[in-house]
């Protein structure tokens, strides 16, 4: 069952996706407009779960399930990320690849990168210790309060001389 993200507790299990684009105001209705009909019907075993998403930053998607009565299924995760191909696919983005890195400059540009090659942009400056990246530790509501971090306070420091 659907719920607004606002409404969802703060202890809600959450799944943090990055577009590889921005989403435009048009896509976002879509996909707005798709993840409510998902919430509003995603159980695990048959049972329905308080759901809800939201859209940060207009390119990075966050789905909640308030798991206190009842935990979210393997088959119910697999429910939500066939959802989410079929948004990549209508869309023309990559939203379920792991293998990506999320950034946030100081003047508040988002940019997905391929993890693959990382190094090289930290040793041509691209990336520097202040850049923010996304938190891949967040894993309830919660924690979507630091859901950016610098990169000198991240995996990413270790491509830094000390």
Same mark, same amino acid.
């Given at each position: 069952m659907y719920l607004p993200f606002e409404k969802m507790p703060d202890h809600s299990r959450v799944w943090v996706y990055q577009a590889d684009k921005k989403i435009s105001e048009s896509d976002a209705q879509l996909v707005?407009?798709?993840?409510?009909?998902?919430?509003?019907?995603?159980?695990?075993?048959?049972?329905?779960?308080?759901?809800?998403?939201?859209?940060?930053?207009?390119?990075?998607? =966050?789905?909640?399930?308030d798991?206190?009565?009842?935990?979210?299924?393997?088959?119910?995760?697999?429910?939500? =990320?066939?959802?989410?191909?079929?948004?990549?696919? =209508?869309?023309?983005?990559?939203l379920t690849d792991?293998?990506?890195?999320?950034?946030?400059?100081?003047?508040?540009?988002?940019k997905v990168i391929p993890a693959l090659?990382?190094?090289?942009? =930290?040793?041509?400056?691209?990336?520097?210790?202040?850049?923010?990246?996304?938190n891949p530790t967040v894993r309830v509501k919660a924690d979507l309060k630091n859901l950016w971090r610098p990169v000198r306070n991240s995996w990413l420091g270790r491509y830094f001389p000390n």
């Open positions: 707005r407009d798709r993840l409510a009909s998902f919430c509003e019907g995603w159980n695990t075993h048959g049972n329905l779960m308080p759901t809800s998403f939201e859209i940060f930053e207009d390119q990075i998607l =966050v789905l909640a399930v798991e206190s009565h009842l935990g979210a299924s393997g088959c119910s995760i697999d429910s939500s =990320v066939r959802t989410l191909r079929e948004l990549e696919n =209508v869309l023309g983005t990559n792991q293998g990506k890195i999320t950034l946030k400059r100081s003047g508040g540009e988002v090659g990382v190094k090289s942009r =930290v040793a041509s400056g691209e990336i520097d210790l202040e850049t923010a990246v996304i």
